[in-house]
Nanobody
Framework: QVQLVESGGGSVQAGGSLRLSCTAA?????????LAWFRQAPGKEREGVAG???????SYTDAVKGRFTVSQDNAKNTLYLQMNSLKPEDTDSYYC????????????????????????WGQGNKVTVSS
């Protein structure tokens, strides 16, 4: 069982920056997995924002390319999402997630974030960007 604990988030004006963190309390014990950030607004479907595989593959949704950066610190079992040049439309609840399937790395490389099937989720963190 993997427990993901998020921190960061908050409120910022448009053009500002925030960093989200997600720490695996019990550690990542598999050799191959994918970690990702999703976001969801009330009444809308959850969408993939950024993901990273154990081979270093990164994937971003078009709306955040060039502004958001996903990274991982293996020594700290922590996933990060650096969000720069934030826009009001980035306002959402953000969730970290882990897809533990061995093929997720290949699938994410070929088909992007929509291929991910996470088994584990963080508790969610609210990000609010004001204009």
């Amino acid at each position: 069982q993997v427990q993901l604990v998020e921190s960061g988030g908050g409120s910022v004006q448009a053009g500002g920056s925030l960093r989200l963190s997600c720490t695996a309390a019990s550690g990542y014990i598999r050799s191959y997995y994918c970690l990702a950030w999703f976001r969801q607004a009330p009444g809308k479907e959850r969408e993939g924002v950024a993901g990273i595989g154990t081979d270093g593959t990164r994937s971003y949704t078009d709306a955040v390319k060039g502004r958001f950066t996903v990274s991982q610190d293996n020594a700290k079992n922590t996933l990060y999402l650096q969000m720069n040049s934030l826009k009001p439309e980035d306002t959402d609840s953000y969730y970290c997630a882990e897809d533990p399937t061995p093929v997720c790395v290949r699938d994410m490389r070929l088909r992007g974030l929509s291929s991910l099937r996470p088994n584990y989720w963080g508790q969610g963190n609210k990000v609010t960007v004001s204009s």
